[in-house]
């Protein structure tokens, strides 16, 4: 059916917001069996990139010298390191650090979110180690005592990782306790619900399957709306000084 010129996608200054009727699926280089629908990138602005990877069985990823965060969507995937093989499932996750030489290869049509970004790195400080993990071994905070609305953080809260990869589960009818502006930007994959989001002045009805990008001090807020919670994965910058480290 026509659509007739018709979609909630937006792209504005400060924020995106992309939902799936307007996807244009690319082969990125090295990828085999597989495409990547590219959310955002620093075409736009954005210190980082993130994408969704769909997979055919076999379907492998490209190499990447930046850093990588994997998310498992739909299906599973094999994450080859150093002659070790992990098994990721839906929820599954993988930090990669850069320059970090691995393989990512479906067991089976599947749907993987990723992150990359160069890092930052800060003057004695190590930087990260690989980390594979899964979403259900982490345990959740409430955020601001709301107890209606739940975090996970997927990466450790130490200063060596350049940025966040969170979790948040919104209860229907729960919401941001502010309308948050920050020089941190976001990538924000909706997983599961709905509701409205705030950004800049523009409010949009989103739902599972939609991505959001934040720019620097976008004003944010969003409430749950729905039957069931809301549920979203959302990246960050972190951990680091405005001005960038020192050039010597
Ligand atoms: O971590 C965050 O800044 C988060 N609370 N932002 C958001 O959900 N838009
Ligand atoms: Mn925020």
Redesign the pocket.
């Known amino acids: 059916m026509h659509n007739l010129g018709q979609t909630r996608s937006s792209h504005q200054r400060n924020h995106l917001l992309l939902t799936p009727d307007t996807f244009v699926r690319t082969a990125l280089p090295g990828m085999k069996n597989a495409s990547a629908i590219v959310h955002v990138g620093p075409a736009l602005g954005a210190a980082f990139t993130e994408y969704t990877a769909e997979f055919e069985p076999k379907g492998e990823l490209g190499n990447t010298s930046a850093q990588r965060f994997i998310y498992v969507l739909e299906g599973g995937v094999t994450l080859e390191v150093k002659g070790k093989r992990h098994e990721l499932g839906v929820r599954g996750y993988a930090y990669l650090p850069e320059d970090f030489s691995h393989k990512v290869v479906a067991k089976e049509k599947s749907r993987v979110a990723v992150v990359e970004k160069f890092y930052e790195r800060i003057e004695k400080t190590e930087p990260p180690r690989l980390i594979v993990s899964s979403e259900d071994s982490i345990s959740s905070h409430a955020?601001d005592g709301d107890s209606d609305l739940q975090?996970k953080c997927l990466l450790p809260e130490e200063p060596q990782f350049d940025f966040?990869v969170?979790t948040?589960v919104y209860r229907p009818g729960a919401s941001?306790r502010m309308v948050?502006m920050?020089v941190?930007e976001?990538g924000?994959i909706m997983l599961e619900g709905s509701g409205i989001y705030r950004l800049d002045d523009s409010w949009y009805p989103v739902a599972a399957g939609d991505f959001i990008w934040?720019g620097p001090w976008c004003p944010?807020?969003?409430g749950a709306i729905g039957r069931v919670p809301a549920k979203?994965l959302?990246y960050?910058d972190w951990n680091r000084h405005p001005l960038g480290e020192p050039k010597k």
């Open positions: 955020l975090v966040a969170n948040m941001l948050e920050h941190m976001h924000l934040m944010q807020w969003f979203y959302i960050k």
